[in-house]
């Protein structure tokens, strides 16, 4: 069985898979993840999944902030 963070990591990619697209500002991806689920705590999983298989790169105020930031 899929969780929502598997549904929501499929969802995020094919939303942001666009040219030019990889990167969103952190509000822009839990807005996303959010469309998929209301688990906090799958946001959370989802965004930290996201960020550390490089998938999604953040721009913005949270560029270049290390992942271990948000954990």
């Known amino acids: 069985m ?3 963070a598997h549904t ?3 969802s995020i990619t094919a ?3 666009e040219p030019g697209c990889d990167r969103v500002t952190l509000l822009e991806l839990v807005d996303a ?3 998929v689920t209301d688990d906090d705590q799958e946001v ?3 965004v930290l999944s996201l960020l550390r298989s490089g998938r999604v ?3 913005g105020s949270f560029r270049g ?3 271990s930031d948000f954990s």
């Open 8 to 10: 929501a990591a499929g």
């Open 2 to 4: 899929r969780t929502a």
């Open 33 to 35: 993840i959010c469309d």
């Open 15 to 17: 939303r942001f898979e």
């Open 44 to 46: 959370v999983a989802t």
């Open 65 to 67: 902030h290390p992942v």
């Open 57 to 59: 790169e953040l721009c």
